[in-house]
Nanobody, 120 residues
Framework: QVQLVESGGGLVQPGGSLRLSCAAS????????MGWYRQVPGKQRELVAV???????NYADSVKGRFTISRDNAKNTVYLQMNSLKPEDTAPYYC??????????????WGQGTQVTVSS
């Protein structure tokens, strides 16, 4: 099995910055895409950003130019640098990893969520 440990959430004022981290550990044969989602109460979970194993990135329109996703393949870790934060960015953020725990299985794993609150 693959375990995901997230960190970096918290309370920040509008215009501030936070950096989220998500480290994958356990039985890992290889990792494909790594990403971040968020879910505002009453709404569906939405993709914030995703990065492929080759480093290709994709962002939600609402965060383009403000958020940057990156990964360290040697550490099996994905990061989300969030700048110019807005109150509407407030939500729990979930790490998502598409991985092979062995050469035969491909599974999607979710982190436990880390809360980001943007408020003055």
């Amino acid at each position: 099995q693959v375990q995901l440990v997230e960190s970096g959430g918290g309370l920040v004022q509008p215009g501030g910055s936070l950096r989220l981290s998500c480290a994958a550990s356990g039985s890992i044969f290889s990792i494909n895409d790594m990403g971040w989602y968020r879910q505002v109460p009453g709404k569906q979970r939405e993709l914030v950003a995703v990065i492929t194993s080759g480093g290709v990135t994709n962002y939600a329109d609402s965060v383009k130019g403000r958020f940057t996703i990156s990964r360290d393949n040697a550490k099996n870790t994905v990061y989300l640098q969030m700048n110019s934060l807005k109150p509407e960015d407030t939500a729990p953020y979930y790490c998502n990893v598409d991985a092979y725990p062995n050469r035969w299985q491909r599974l999607v794993y979710w982190g436990q969520g880390t809360q980001v609150t943007v408020s003055s």
